[in-house]
């Protein structure tokens, strides 16, 4: 299982970086890992597009869902609600599709850029041009390898508006207020909002700059994504 994580995405991902790293200006690396994850976001897109509408669209018909919800009969309560997403549009699957997909390809990213950079010539393709010289201070600002608060505190700032923006704060139905569901659902939109971002600050300023840029540059893609699929909505 390994062997076949390092050979379908670890060692393809660090050969497209060693390649961007060759045509970047000044060889900066910490480009290269901006421009490779854009890459790898723009060719999930689809699927991320998908999935974002669809959380968007079930935060219309929340209210419609909790009146479903009421229902005891689980049977009638599971077929109202099937009819509803298919009502709307909605494949109530589509975010779990792209976890599945997303997770190894992140974790690849994160062991490829885990130690910065390092040229591994053992793992390169033939036809991968090997730059002749690496370097490692992106923007002539920081050296990838070191740790940065400062960039520690971007990516929990950029983390903190993308879940703001991917999980609008909970507006619970007057009926439910007070039950354990309703105090559920909002201990937990409070704590994804607002710890889990400042968790992610910590962990990022104990691993090296390489890893905060990836995260950085993901976080402000899916920023604008969301943006623009709230906007399409709108329009619609």
């Avoid at 998908?50 to 935060?59: F, G, I, L, R, V």
């Avoid at 507006?171 to 968790?199: E, L, W």
């Amino acid at each position: 299982m390994i062997s076949f994580f390092k050979l379908t995405l670890y060692i393809p991902l660090y050969n497209l970086l060693v390649f961007l790293a060759s045509v970047m200006p000044k060889n900066d690396i910490g480009l290269a890992i901006v421009v490779l994850t854009l890459g790898v976001k723009t060719a999930l897109f689809p699927l991320q597009h998908k999935a974002s509408k669809t959380q968007s669209k079930m935060k219309t018909i929340e209210p419609e869902l909790s009146k479903i919800k009421e229902n005891k009969n689980k049977e009638e309560q599971a077929k109202q609600m099937m009819e509803l997403y298919k009502e709307h549009g909605i494949n109530p699957f589509s975010s779990i599709l792209l976890l599945f997909i997303q997770i190894p390809i992140i974790m690849a990213l994160y062991f490829v850029f885990l130690k910065g950079f390092s040229l591994n010539l053992d793992i390169l393709y033939t036809f991968t041009p090997k730059p002749a010289t690496t370097n490692s201070i992106f923007l002539g600002l920081v050296d990838i390898h070191t740790k940065s608060y400062l960039f520690a505190l971007l990516v929990g700032v950029t983390q903190f508006f993308q879940i703001r923006l991917a999980m609008p704060a909970v507006t619970p139905n007057p009926d439910s207020k007070g039950t354990f569901g309703a105090d559920f659902q909002k201990s937990m939109n409070v704590q994804m909002r607002y710890v889990m971002p400042v968790i992610i600050m910590f962990v990022s300023a104990s691993l090296p700059v390489a890893v905060s840029i990836y995260w950085i540059t993901s976080n402000v893609f899916s920023i604008c994504h969301e943006l623009f699929v709230k906007r399409l909505l709108v329009k619609n």
